[in-house]
């Protein structure tokens, strides 16, 4: 079982539409939990922080849920500047200390 | 402002001969990554410094090596590419677990 698994893309949905991802994690002790986005040919970027209360930004909803040991992100009312990978990110000890795993990323296609 | 700065941009370099990735930062993070992606596929951890003590991921191959002289600077060794280490190097520092913050990555074409 991968540490981090994410939804198999690409996901392709109209502007307007509502998309939501999964992520899981195997790692029970996980700590920290982002969702970035990357831009073909860039480096990813930080799109939200993801907190067991749950947390909203705009039109970007994300979750955890620890018990279950995954994350979502919802986004509302798509638009065609969201086409991108979104990559799951979860941080948590590891042997020696501690280690940063990324998803494999699912690719969302907005379209007009 | 740029605050996770690497250089060069874009690296060509001949196959087995040395290359050297650097990277900046004014964030003063006391972590510091290096990431190697590839098309389509996601960032794969190489190393990483959390302060002065480096953390070597078990799939790195001996090829590629780290430095980290001082707190804003990191280097990325590759001892002899070959055509295979062909990809995105990513840099990324972070305070302690909190969110990485990205440079904007150094291409690397090997001929």
């Known amino acids: 079982r991968k540490e981090v698994e994410q939804d198999p893309g690409p996901f392709n949905v109209p502007e307007g539409a509502t998309v939501a991802f999964n992520c899981t994690y195997s790692n029970s002790a996980s700590q920290s939990f982002f969702w970035y986005r990357q831009d073909c040919r860039k480096e990813p970027k930080l799109l939200m922080s993801?907190?067991?209360s749950g947390n909203e930004d705009g039109r970007f909803t994300a979750q955890l849920n620890r018990a279950s040991q995954y994350i979502s992100l919802l986004i509302r009312d798509s638009k065609l500047s969201d086409s991108a990978t979104y990559l799951c990110?979860?941080?948590?000890?590891?042997?020696?200390?501690?280690?940063?795993?990324f998803g494999a990323g699912t690719r969302l296609f907005v379209k007009a | 402002d740029a605050m996770v700065i690497q250089n060069p941009r874009y690296q060509v370099t001949q196959f087995g001969k040395p290359v050297t990735l650097s990277c900046s930062q004014t964030l003063n993070h006391n972590v510091m990554y290096w990431y190697q992606q590839k098309s389509s596929q996601a960032p794969k951890l190489l190393f990483h410094y959390y302060d002065k003590d480096f953390n070597n991921e078990a799939d790195t191959p001996d090829n590629f090596q780290s430095r980290r002289p001082n707190t804003s600077f990191c280097f990325l060794d590759i001892r002899s590419p070959g055509l295979g280490d062909a990809a995105m190097y990513l840099c990324a520092t972070s305070w302690e677990l909190s969110e990485a913050f990205f440079g904007q990555g150094t291409r690397l074409t090997v001929v």
């Open positions: 993801v907190y067991s």
């Open positions: 990110v979860v941080n948590g000890p590891h042997t020696g200390g501690f280690k940063t795993i």
